[in-house]
C-alpha cells in the first residue's frame, strides 16, 4: 500500500514538478537574453526618445498602521530623472493602474516633476494594468518603437522578453532592488510564476486589457 501510495503521490505532483521546471527555465533564459540589454548606470543607455516607468503603489502600509513611502516607487522615479537630466531621453511614459482614488500615473508624474522632470513631457496611460499591457500600449497607443523600461532588474528582465516579442527595441535601467539580502524563497518563486505568465502572454498573444484613442508623443498635448 505504501508503494502505491508514493506512486500515486509521484504521478499527482509530476504536473506541479513539470510546471515549475518551466517556470525556472523561462526565468533563466530571460535573464540570459535581457543582459545585453540591461544596466544599472545611466550613462550607458542609449539615447532614446521615450522612458517607460512601470507603476507600483508610491506608499507601502505595514500591518501596525506604520505608513511609508514604496522603496521600489521611489528608485524608479530617481533612476528616471537621472536619465533625463543625463539628456538620455525626452519624453516619459508613466502607465500604471488607476482605480478610484489610487492613481499611479499621477503618482509617478508628480514625484518626477518633484524630481525636476517638466511635467509637458510626461504622458500618462492610465490602463497600464500590467507590465504587458504597458508595453503593448505604449507601441499601439502610443507609437512607441524604442524605449528604456526603468524598474527593478527582476522586472526588467521580463519586461525586456515581453518587448522583444512585441516587436519593441527595448533597453532596461536596472534600478536598486528594495531587499538588501536578496530576496526571499517566495520572493523567487513569484518571480518565476511571472516569467512562466509572460511567457504564456507572448505565446498566446495574450491582448491588452484596454485599447483607446492614439497619442502622437511630442506632437499630442500630455494629458
Do not use: C
Not at 528608485?75 to 482614488?101: C, E, P
Not at 512585441?166 to 517566495?186: C, F, H, M, N, T
Request: aromatic share 8%.
Amino acid at each position: 500500500m505504501r508503494r502505491v501510495a508514493s506512486l500515486l503521490l509521484l504521478v499527482g505532483l509530476a504536473p506541479v514538478l513539470g510546471v515549475a521546471a518551466l517556470a525556472w527555465f523561462e526565468r533563466h533564459e530571460q535573464i540570459v537574453e535581457a543582459a545585453p540589454r540591461l544596466t544599472s548606470d545611466p550613462q550607458k543607455v542609449p539615447h532614446v526618445d521615450v522612458a517607460l516607468v512601470p507603476g507600483t503603489g508610491p506608499l507601502t502600509y505595514w500591518p501596525d498602521g506604520h505608513v511609508a513611502p514604496n522603496i521600489p516607487f521611489v528608485n524608479r522615479l530617481d533612476a528616471a530623472a537621472a536619465l533625463w537630466r543625463a539628456g538620455k531621453i525626452k519624453y516619459v511614459i508613466a502607465s500604471g493602474n488607476r482605480t478610484g482614488a489610487y492613481d499611479e500615473p499621477t503618482a509617478i508624474r508628480d514625484g518626477l516633476v518633484e524630481r525636476g522632470v517638466p511635467a509637458e513631457i510626461i504622458y500618462r496611460d492610465f490602463a497600464g494594468y500590467r507590465t504587458l499591457d504597458s508595453l503593448l500600449r505604449a507601441r499601439d497607443i502610443y507609437g512607441v518603437k524604442r524605449l528604456v523600461i526603468v524598474s527593478q532588474k527582476s522586472h526588467d528582465e521580463r519586461a525586456l522578453f515581453l518587448g522583444r516579442a512585441l516587436g519593441i527595441d527595448a533597453w532596461g535601467l536596472a534600478v536598486r532592488e528594495e531587499e538588501p539580502d536578496g530576496p526571499s524563497l517566495l520572493e523567487r518563486l513569484t518571480v518565476a510564476g511571472q516569467a512562466l505568465l509572460a511567457w504564456w502572454d507572448v505565446a498566446v498573444a495574450t491582448p491588452a486589457r484596454e485599447r483607446g484613442q492614439k497619442v502622437a508623443i511630442g506632437v499630442d498635448p500630455v494629458n
